[in-house]
């Protein structure tokens, strides 16, 4: 086993635990050392060369592709009406760094005896369904004569999520300011104190009470249980990691969603990093395409070594290169070099753009070596 | 509400905070300062319960897909 250890700083782990299995058991120690002494060398011959411009390689392996992506976005087959983003508009949402998704989307798993299928799962996914107040009334209207918003519940939804008009009133009433609001008969009202209220601020009033938050996870807005293998778990429209992970039925190890945004900040930059290849990887695998993995790992790595994950546009990563000219010849160039101009900035011209713009050979490959002399006195 | 144990997370590679004398050796292994490595912020839920100070240095141990594991570092930033 010792002869593992010892080439443990010099091979990856998975060529090793490889040998491992491949060689017969009683092995003599010479010989285990010919075959990874030989694995070392074909190991390091089949290591990418120092100057090797693996950014380009990655660009293209990345770009030619994604030309032949779809372009639309694909509906779950004959379940409720759920769709994903999917194709070339979701990678370039992802390598845009995007803050916003187009459908934000969470794969919840639960714990073991949540999973089994039973009724619990749709209590529980009704549980986990945002609901905002335009989803439990029937009828909002509004009074003119005494600057009033007459609100309907309807009882059939309030009774499927098991809430009560007191609940409604009592969060009503927290989250609206400037409005009296109490019960009149089978009604809510929200009177407004000030006499001055127009016709207009009633109406924004109207647009604004329909989406207080009611019950369940805030930003979830549907909610589907689905067979995976042998267990249950739940897919959801809509995305709130913070809050699902906190829930007492639900396994916090496995639970994910595709807003790369959230999971830096719940759970860090590393497993940001992880979700991007994921998910880029997942939607190159869904088109049949076939693209290696280091590349997209590449392009995760350089979004995610600020310590913030920054997409590849001007105002991520392109925004913290050190040279002028390198920013310029991205995208809006005069804005770049006036700025530069006005405060004195400095290009020293070491890597690969500004070297090109000025007709000067690119530290890759063979440009990289410099020669240097001792001069002699 | 539950406490959530975030470095049990699946997407969650182990973060070790690495003692001063390791931090060295591995900045003269590869010959670099630790502004040159890919940095950490402070306050990365990931790193909290390390208790790390600015300057502090992460070893990241991920799974990866191509090498079975491999290591990374990351240096801590304010922010």
């Keep these: 086993m010792s002869m593992y250890t010892e080439y443990s700083t010099k091979l990856p782990k998975k060529i090793i635990d490889e040998v491992k299995e491949s060689v017969p058991e009683n092995i003599s120690d010479s010989k285990l050392k010919k075959v990874l002494d030989e694995c070392v060398r074909e190991f390091e011959n089949s290591q990418v060369e120092a100057g090797e411009a693996v950014g380009l390689v990655s660009a293209e392996s990345i770009g030619e592709p994604?030309?032949?992506?779809?372009?639309?976005?694909?509906?779950?087959?004959?379940?409720?009406?759920?769709?994903?983003?999917?194709?070339?508009?979701r990678i370039i949402e992802i390598l845009d760094g995007r803050k916003s998704l187009t459908t934000p989307m969470m794969e919840i798993y639960l714990k073991k005896p949540y999973n089994k299928g039973d009724n619990n799962i749709r209590k529980l996914a009704l549980a986990i369904k945002g609901n905002r107040l335009r989803d439990i009334v029937s009828e909002i209207s509004i009074d003119i004569a005494d600057n009033s918003l007459k609100i309907v519940l309807s009882k059939d939804k309030m009774r499927e999520i098991e809430l009560t008009e007191a609940t409604v009133l009592k969060t009503l009433q927290k989250s609206v300011k400037n409005y009296n609001v109490k019960m009149e008969g089978v009604e809510i009202s929200l009177k407004a104190k000030s006499k001055e209220t127009t016709l207009n601020d009633l109406y924004k009033m109207k647009e604004k009470v329909k989406t207080v938050h009611m019950s369940g996870v805030k930003g979830v807005t549907q909610v589907l249980p689905v067979k995976r293998d042998d267990e249950y778990i739940i897919i959801t429209a809509g995305s709130n990691l913070k809050d699902i992970l906190e829930m007492e039925e639900v396994d916090a190890t496995r639970t994910t969603t595709n807003d790369i945004f959230?999971?830096?900040?719940?759970?860090?930059?590393?497993?940001?990093r992880k979700a991007i290849i994921d998910e880029v990887f997942k939607v190159i695998e869904s088109q049949g395409l076939n693209v290696d993995v280091r590349h997209i790992m590449l392009v995760a790595d350089t979004m995610c070594t600020s310590g913030v994950v920054r997409g590849i546009t001007r105002y991520g990563i392109v925004s913290q290169k050190s040279s002028v000219l390198a920013r310029a010849s991205f995208e809006t160039p005069i804005k770049h070099i006036i700025q530069a101009s006005l405060i004195g900035e400095v290009d020293n011209l070491n890597s690969v753009v500004e070297n090109v713009m000025i007709n000067q050979p690119v530290p890759i490959g063979t440009g990289l070596p410099k020669l240097r002399i001792k001069r002699q006195k | 509400m539950v406490e959530v144990d975030i470095t049990k997370h699946i997407l969650v590679p182990k973060h070790t905070k690495l003692s001063d004398k390791e931090k060295k050796e591995v900045l003269e292994s590869y010959n670099v300062?630790?502004?040159?490595?890919?940095?950490i912020r402070i306050s990365d839920p990931a790193i909290k319960h390390l208790h790390p100070k600015v300057g502090d240095m992460i070893k990241v141990l991920r799974k990866s897909p191509t090498a079975g594991e491999s290591v990374f570092y990351r240096g801590v930033i304010d922010v």
């Design chain 1, 66 to 89: 994604g030309t032949q992506m779809t372009l639309n976005t694909f509906h779950f087959a004959g379940v409720a009406e759920m769709n994903v983003t999917m194709g070339l508009p």
């Design chain 1, 262 to 272: 959230e999971i830096e900040g719940v759970l860090g930059i590393e497993a940001a």
């Design chain 2, 33 to 39: 300062t630790l502004d040159d490595l890919p940095r």
